[in-house]
């Protein structure tokens, strides 16, 4: 899919399986979800009292889906249009416990449950070992938004932030000329390989 047919925003749910507390609780699922018609339903009440909702998204991938199913169906079509110089930018948004931090990072040391966050690396970096490019630099940044305030999550642990560490989001984005979109106190750091990242 290139920048020039596909939306500019798109929007995808991912649901995620029962944990192991809702399974032990006989817990009945509140949603349903099919990744063929692009839709989730959300059930509520019992009996004759249920109610069922249905919304539409861009892609729908259900608790069966894979790591690699989410990156291939949602970051994957978009990364040589970056290398091309477009901004692309994928957020996962939800309350606690709904799996933004498992879709996003994953088990870095795992093959099968990596995040899209390593896997977009590894594939950048597997692009630009082709010889069209003949010279790059890579930049990531990767900050939280809780609460309105932001943080910036590539510190190493025990670092002090740099002012303005967290502060309201509306005073934190900035528009340099030809750097994009950036949020002041959040650095860009520059990686030479995936492993970097």
């Known amino acids: 899919m290139s920048s020039a047919d596909a939306a500019t925003v798109q929007v995808v749910v991912r ?38 909702t249905t919304f539409n998204f861009d892609n729908v991938l259900t608790s069966f889906s894979t790591q690699e199913e989410v990156f291939s169906q949602t970051i994957e ?21 709904t799996g933004k931090t498992h879709t996003m990072e994953g088990d870095f040391m795992s093959e099968d449950n990596r995040g899209v966050i390593p896997r977009a690396a590894q594939a950048i970096f597997e692009r630009l070992s082709n010889e069209n490019f003949i010279e790059h630099t890579v930049k990531a940044s990767y900050l939280e938004i809780y609460n309105e305030d932001l943080a910036d999550l590539l510190v190493a642990h025990g670092q002090v932030q ?31 390989r995936k492993g970097h990242l």
Request: overall charge positive.
């Open 15 to 52: 649901v995620r399986p029962m944990n192991e507390k809702e399974q032990k609780g006989n817990t009945l699922p509140v949603v349903t979800a099919s990744t063929e018609k692009k839709e989730v339903t959300v059930i509520r009440g019992s009996g004759q009292r249920q109610q069922r």
């Open 77 to 97: 079509p978009v990364l040589d249009d970056v290398l091309t110089g477009y901004e692309c930018t994928m957020f996962a948004y939800g309350q606690t416990g």
């Open 162 to 192: 740099s002012a303005p560490y967290v502060r309201r989001f509306s005073a934190l984005t900035s528009v340099e000329p030809r750097a994009g979109r950036e949020a002041a106190g959040v650095r860009g750091h520059t990686a030479a």
